[in-house]
């Protein structure tokens, strides 16, 4: 089992332009997150999607939009880049969304918008 | 805010116990104790969760006092690649989405 995996693993953008990260798992969870990690700091959650079909705004959720496209895919978009986005993003995914199932972690994407 | 408070950072000698602390004095009920922890540049990785009962597993043992206010998780021969940051959590049963990270303890392990 891969897990969760995400790519690209690096980009750099221009203010302005726009991308999908993508992130896949196949553990046949139901929950699946997106998290930015800034420097120095904990991860924050941007969107979450407790099931297939279903997306909910996180903690911080501007600028950003997300698919679930199937029970393994969990898309984030960032439709214009701006430097404040720059950022690690981490997408994770879990059994179910409540509390006592542990949440599994990609490797991250490192996104810097000059 | 993150609901616990962490000693920013730690140190510790090869092959001895790591205690880390972590104070969540305004802990409810319902919430568990989540740890997690990050190697440098990794996704963030469950070590254990707990209630109200002591627990352990191949990882770590999670030793919650009984009053709740707070909770100190035990590697107990700590080596070179525990080296991360330790992230203590509160989570409420049945609350949807995310783990509010705080900014841990920065555990060092030292030859």
């Known amino acids: 089992n891969a897990g969760v995996t995400q790519t690209p693993k690096f980009q750099v953008l221009k203010t302005g332009q726009s991308m999908t990260l993508q992130c896949a798992q196949d553990?046949?969870?139901?929950?699946m997150y997106w998290y930015r990690q800034d420097p120095g700091m904990g991860l924050r959650l941007i969107y979450y999607?407790?099931?297939?079909?279903?997306?909910d705004k996180g903690e911080v959720p501007n600028g950003y939009n997300v698919s679930r496209l199937n029970k393994r895919e969990f898309s984030l978009r960032l439709e214009s880049a701006a430097p404040s986005q720059t950022s690690v993003y981490f997408c994770?995914?879990?059994?179910?969304?409540?509390?006592?199932?542990?949440?599994?972690f990609g490797p991250g994407t490192r996104l810097t918008v000059l | 805010d993150a609901k616990t408070t962490q000693p920013p950072s730690m140190d510790c000698a090869e092959g001895r116990a790591a205690n880390l602390p972590c104070n969540h004095s305004?802990?409810?009920?319902?919430?568990?104790v989540y740890w997690y922890r990050q190697i440098h540049s990794q996704g963030p990785q469950y070590i254990i969760h707990g209630l109200k009962n002591n627990e352990t597993n191949e990882m770590a043992s999670l030793i919650i006092t009984e009053d709740r206010k707070s909770s100190t998780l035990i590697l107990p021969h700590a080596t070179l690649r525990d080296t991360a940051v330790y992230y203590c959590?509160?989570?409420?049963?049945?609350?949807?989405?995310?783990?509010?990270f705080g900014k841990g303890t920065k555990l060092s392990v030292k030859p």
């Open positions: 994770a995914s879990s059994a179910y969304v409540s509390s006592y199932n542990e949440q599994f």
């Open positions: 305004t802990i409810s009920g319902n919430e568990y």
């Open positions: 553990m046949n969870h139901n929950s």
């Open positions: 959590i509160v989570r409420e049963e049945g609350s949807q989405g995310n783990l509010i």
């Open positions: 999607s407790a099931s297939e079909g279903t997306t």
